[in-house]
Nanobody
């Protein structure tokens, strides 16, 4: 059984930074492509970023490109999302997800999900 645990969320002022972490338990992180999604109240879950199993390929939603950076440390079984220049519209619950397939922006193609971590951005 694979278990994902996110951490690092919190309250930050607009323009500030946060780094989210996603720890993977139960199987080697290198087995999976990983992604971050987010969901704001009343909104659908949306793709934020994904990364290939090797870390060689990364993908971003247009709304976060240039501000967010996804990375992974397979030896630590952890994926990160560095979020800079945060905006109020970035506020959401952020979810980590894993897939045995290629990285994708389609939530339904991910096999495992974490419980989420709340990010709040004050204006």
């Amino acid at each position: 059984q694979v278990h994902l645990v996110e951490s690092g969320g919190g309250l930050v002022q607009a323009g500030g930074s946060l780094r989210l972490s996603c720890a993977v338990f139960g199987r080697a992180l290198s087995s999976y492509a990983m992604a971050w999604f987010r969901q704001a109240p009343g909104e659908e879950r949306e793709f934020v970023s994904s990364i290939s199993w090797s870390g060689d390929y990364t993908y971003y939603a247009d709304s976060v490109k240039g501000r967010f950076t996804i990375s992974r440390e397979n030896v630590k079984n952890t994926v990160y999302l560095q979020m800079n220049s945060l905006k109020p519209e970035d506020a959401a619950v952020y979810y980590c997800a894993a897939t045995v397939n290629r990285p994708t922006g389609v939530a339904g193609l991910y096999d495992y999900w974490g419980q989420g971590t709340q990010v709040t951005v004050s204006s």
